[in-house]
């Protein structure tokens, strides 16, 4: 066994092998992203540290991962109680958490951010982290807007940088758009997209472009609807149904901005308009800007497009 083991290691190309090493997994942000990526990379055997800077929120964040499990426990173990007791546990065995990221990033193979959506921030963190975290480790972004490159600046290890966008909620959607900069390193690139698979999903390849391939697509889509509704052209119920109905999807572009978060979509939009003002897909909207300036931001406020109350 120790010989063919041998074996098979020599005949393994080097990105291989350094893909087999992502094990020890830093999650920067204990929000909704953050958690659920901590939860499916401790269920596929990864050891998570899940920072945040307060602790409240992490304890929260452990509370709804281990509810989360518990929703996987009764469709998996509805009949072996033990056994699901047992999953949990061993689950939540791989998860500790911290408020401290520079104190806990020592051994770990793969830091992975998910904060706010503001890129000095991210700067600021990455820049610091980059001081304390080995050689080897890989850095990546779960931003969904926000250029790679632009993030990686702020730290020396440029090849060992790239992006993993993640989908909500990260234990029910398979893909992982992994996205790589000019100057990541295809070792880097090959790393993450190992531990994309290696954690059940589906990785696509990206470049580093804005909104990556889904939001894309989608961003612009959504805006496209709200203007549709601003022309007159079709009530937001209408075109919901439309959609819904007409195409297939499981949500009508208006639920799908409530459910999105109309803050986020318009942070998105923002940017890009900075980015590109020319480009007519990425023009901006007045019920949208009315809607996030009233703090109606979607179903995480109560209102949005449509109430919730």
């Not at 989360?68 to 173990?77: A, D, I, P, Y």
């Not at 496209?224 to 009530?235: C, K, N, P, V």
């Not at 300036?293 to 406020?301: P, Y």
Request: aromatic residues 8%; neutral net charge.
């Amino acid at each position: 066994m120790a010989f063919f083991t041998h074996q098979v290691i020599r005949g393994l190309s080097s990105s291989a092998v350094r893909n087999a090493a992502i094990k020890h997994v830093t999650i920067i942000g204990g929000g909704q992203m953050g958690a659920g990526i901590a939860q499916v990379a401790a269920t596929t055997g990864h050891s998570v540290v899940l920072v945040d800077t307060n602790e409240e929120i992490l304890k929260k964040s452990a509370k709804g991962i281990e509810g989360s499990l518990k929703r996987v426990v009764k469709k998996k173990f509805a009949d072996k109680p033990d056994a699901g007791a047992e999953f949990i546990a061993k689950v939540m065995a791989n998860v500790s958490i911290s408020t401290d990221a520079a104190s806990v990033v020592g051994s770990t193979d793969l830091v992975l951010e998910a904060i706010v959506e503001n890129l000095k921030i991210k700067q600021g963190l990455f820049g610091a982290l980059d001081k304390v975290a080995p050689a080897h480790t890989i850095f990546a972004s779960n931003t969904s807007s926000l250029p790679i490159t632009d993030i990686a600046s702020s730290t020396s290890r440029l090849d060992r940088f790239g992006g993993l966008h993640f989908f909500n909620p990260v234990p029910m959607m398979k893909l992982v758009e992994v996205i790589g900069t000019s100057a990541t390193s295809q070792e880097t690139f090959d790393s993450l997209l190992a531990f994309s698979k290696v954690l059940g999903k589906t990785p696509v390849s990206c470049k580093d472009t804005p909104g990556f391939i889904v939001n894309r697509l989608l961003v612009p889509y959504m805006m496209e609807a709200i203007r549709l509704h601003e022309r007159g052209h079709g009530s937001k119920e209408d075109i919901d149904i439309a959609m819904k109905l007409g195409a297939g999807y499981p949500m009508g572009p208006f639920e799908l901005l409530d459910y999105v978060g109309l803050d986020t979509a318009k942070f998105i939009m923002d940017g890009w308009v900075e980015k590109d003002p020319d480009n007519p897909l990425m023009q901006p909207s007045e019920l949208l800007n009315k809607l996030v300036a009233e703090g109606k931001f979607g179903k995480k406020t109560g209102e949005g497009f449509y109430k919730y109350k």
